[in-house]
């Protein structure tokens, strides 16, 4: 294995990758999703109504009880409609947007700390009435949702931190009765991410956890069990994200991790479900929350997106080896960044973020050139 350590602290670090365009992030008083202050865990984007624009669904809480909220994009980026998702107000952690039950809309899964989980059915329109619940009350942290038996259907995978990880396989119609541990019992998983990791066309697992728990991928045995771990990191990380993507186009996948009091590290993979080079990015005493990817320049390049706490959020645009970037700020040094989410917010072809933020307003940062 191979170690490259490449630290990025400013903007100007890298040479621009050529046909690539600089972009900016930026956001105003009127990019803000509602004005009240709620200790935001989560949110994610997607087309909720069916007017071909993205709305967004904000999960808040975390372990005080609140009320979730739909946030209907009118256009342009323009969120003037929200409505409560259900009537109780839980210790939402998490929520996740798929067709649960196959009607071809988006329906939410609602991940809550030790108070029942929900799952919650579109009608079509946008309206959402509550379906059900999902396992037992738990310290759920974050959701996954993936087809993870290859039967047709999304699964859930509910990561609960000190507790067992549980997959609860969907029977078609968005019920979840059936379950199955992932992960030993003592993981302390805050994420996990899904892929293909060894190529032979099975679900794989990266954990990502904390309390000085080993982060590992867990390789698909071929019948649905999880029990190959390969480990990675220093064996003490303090993670709290993980997302998975093929960084340096190789055709093989790799995957990111989000750690707290250290930097942030690239894990590009063998094909084999083990680590063949890895680089560390961020600030050496970073306080990562929250990682997704997405190509934020339209090179065919995917970026990393990173939320922070105590440190300005950043993207960090890839220069085409999945290894090395460029670090463009966002957002406030002050916030508290527990989610984020990336897409086409306004329709200009550019994905754009919106950001959960705990005990703060949720800003959207729209994808703009660079001056």
């Avoid at 329906?107 to 809550?112: K, L, M, S, Y």
């Avoid at 190529?199 to 991928?217: E, K, S, T």
């Avoid at 961020?282 to 929250?290: E, I, N």
């Avoid at 993207?315 to 897409?343: H, I, K, M």
């Amino acid at each position: 294995m191979k170690s490259l350590t490449l630290i990025v602290y400013c903007v100007a670090c890298w040479t621009m990758v050529e046909g690539a365009e600089n972009r900016k992030f930026a956001s105003s008083s009127r990019l803000i999703l509602g004005t009240e202050k709620n200790l935001s865990a989560s949110l994610r984007i997607g087309d909720l109504d069916g007017d071909n624009d993205l709305d967004i669904v904000v999960a808040n809480g975390r372990h005080w009880p609140q009320q979730n909220y739909i946030f209907y994009n009118q256009g342009r980026a323009s969120f003037k409609l929200k409505r409560p998702l259900g009537l109780d107000h839980a210790t939402s952690y998490a929520t996740e947007l798929a067709d649960l039950d196959g009607d071809g809309d988006l329906d939410i899964a609602v991940g809550n700390d030790t108070a029942p989980n929900a799952i919650f059915l579109n009608e079509g329109d946008g309206r959402f009435r509550h379906g059900g619940s999902f396992g037992k009350p738990s310290s759920i942290r974050s959701l996954t949702l993936a087809d993870i038996d290859l039967d047709g259907d999304v699964d859930i995978l509910a990561n609960a931190r000190g507790n067992p990880n549980l997959i609860f396989y969907n029977d078609g119609k968005a019920r979840f009765a059936e379950s199955r541990v992932f992960g030993n019992r003592s993981d302390s998983t805050i994420g996990t991410a899904v892929g293909d990791l060894n190529q032979d066309g099975q679900p794989d697992l990266i954990l990502a956890n904390r309390d000085a728990q080993q982060n590992v991928v867990i390789l698909n045995d071929g019948n649905g069990f999880f029990e190959r771990r390969i480990p990675f990191g220093s064996g003490n990380d303090e993670s709290r994200a993980v997302a998975v993507a093929d960084l340096d186009r190789d055709g093989k996948l790799d995957w990111v991790i989000g750690n707290i009091g250290q930097s942030n590290t690239v894990y590009l993979g063998d094909g084999e479900g083990g680590v063949r080079e890895f680089a560390e990015f961020g600030h050496p005493d970073g306080q990562t929350y929250a990682i997704t990817i997405g190509d934020m320049n339209n090179d065919g390049l995917p970026d990393i997106i990173v939320g922070n706490t105590g440190e300005r959020n950043a993207v960090y645009l890839n220069l085409g080896d999945g290894t090395s970037f460029r670090e463009e700020p966002f957002g406030g040094a002050s916030e508290v960044s527990y989610n984020l989410a990336v897409g086409d917010l306004d329709g200009d072809g550019f994905l754009d973020i919106a950001v959960a933020n705990s005990n703060g307003q949720n800003p959207i940062h729209l994808n703009r050139p660079a001056d």
